[in-house]
């Protein structure tokens, strides 16, 4: 087994289609189809179904993915660790954040680590929250920034910034007009959530529960997967959303957002990282400016 054949097997299974991933990877058809067929000759497992003229993982090859992707991961690092005895005159910082931290905390940072180390790359994914810990999980990323709860043992989480949440709906909706806004106004308002696994609908939810309310309660009209489209369904008027206060301040300044008299919560943003894998210098080196 090769690191090749694995970085074929992966591409093939990410595509389900054999030309594609050999596109990708620059190979020809028959070189791709050649190391998946001698991985699968030499373990004596089919790792796909041949379906039409695509290809499905075969139970065996749903199985082995994760583990040829871990191997992949820890072949890069290898490589990154010796691209940075160079002293960071190369190498590789990559980064997974949720969309309120991503959109509105990171980019500064990630300007100023630019300018220190420009011969750096930095690649950054954007997710929510459960997403972002399953990849610094997975080893595809050096490290995580999320705003949301996190519950994995191998994961190490450190606080280095933070916004709030608060609930906000479009100029002339009813609520706005009151003082001291109820959880008795909340259960009986039109709603506009982020999708399961975000960060800003997981502490929304918990803020209910402390409230005495369930997310089951509301009346949810929409569920959107990011902040903006939350935010302008709710600045087309009617429904109320709880989204950061960062995320929501270029729509209040523009008129066409306020925020409702409620006390949501003060969330914290947090650093994740591996326990068991040895930060980069890059990485280390983001950490620092931090």
Known sequence: MTLEQLRIFVAVAERGHMTRAAEALNLTQSGASAAVAALEARHGVALFDRVGRGLQL????????PEAKAVLARAR????????LAGLRRGTLRLAASQTVASYWLPARLAAFAHAYPAVSVNLSVGNTQQVADQVLEGTVDMGFVEGAVDYARLDRVRVGGDRLSVYAAPGHPLLTREGVTPGDLAQAVWVMREPGSGTRSQFEARLEAFGLGL????????LPSNEAVLAAVAGGGALAAVSDLAAAPHVAAGRLARLDIDLVVRRFDRLTHHDRAPTRASAAFIALL
């Open 58 to 65: 075969s139970e065996a090859g749903r199985l082995f993915l």
């Open 77 to 84: 690092a290898a490589a990154e660790a010796l691209d940075d």
């Open 216 to 223: 089951a309660v509301l009346n949810v009209l929409l569920e």
